[in-house]
């Protein structure tokens, strides 16, 4: 949470100081007109990667495949699009590196092996207390209090 404030702060700072140097190198006009070109551009390509997205996850689908890799590609395409919107050249120039399919591999493979881990270490904070289980493969449960609801037509 922490990082998020401070990330909330730091990069509005950031991106106006990388606009007025690049504005004086460059001259206000070119700036702007660079900054709206680097974001017209940048949509366009985020569209084309997404319908690629879209196209894989859907052959997956088909094939009876999960699509769990296109599924977090088009997450990463999406994260794209959006620092791709918001002005200021050092957030376009992360959206454009992020459509680059190998950077999105390996975000995806950092990814993996961030999530994989917290799975793998986290578990239940509390036991369950007696009467509290509830079976999920449908044998016989501890509780004898809970009555299946009745269907109504």
Same mark, same amino acid.
């Given at each position: 949470m922490i990082l998020f404030i401070v990330l909330l702060f730091a990069i509005p700072i950031i991106e106006i100081a990388v606009m007025v140097q690049v504005a004086q190198?460059? @001259? *206000? @006009?070119?700036? &702007?007109? &660079? &900054?709206?070109?680097?974001?017209?551009?940048g949509v366009w390509i985020v569209k084309r990667q997404g319908i690629g997205v879209l196209r894989r996850i859907r052959a997956e689908l088909e094939a009876g495949r999960i699509p769990g890799a296109h599924l977090v590609d088009g997450g990463l395409v999406?994260?794209? @699009?959006?620092l791709l919107i918001i002005p200021g050249f050092v957030t376009d120039t992360i959206g454009l590196v992020l459509l680059l399919p190998p950077v999105r591999a390996l975000v995806r493979g950092r990814l993996g092996r961030r999530f994989r881990l917290q799975v793998a270490t986290s578990g239940p904070r *509390? !036991? /369950? !207390? !007696? @009467?509290?289980?509830? $079976?999920? $493969? %449908? %044998? /016989?449960?501890?509780? *004898? $209090?809970?009555? /299946? /609801?009745? &269907? *109504?037509?």
């Open positions: 190198w460059i @001259g *206000t @006009g070119q700036m &702007l007109a &660079l &900054l709206i070109s680097v974001s017209v551009i999406a994260v794209a @699009g959006i *509390t !036991r /369950p !207390r !007696r @009467g509290e289980a509830i $079976d999920v $493969d %449908g %044998g /016989p449960s501890r509780r *004898t $209090d809970w009555h /299946p /609801p009745e &269907l *109504t037509q």
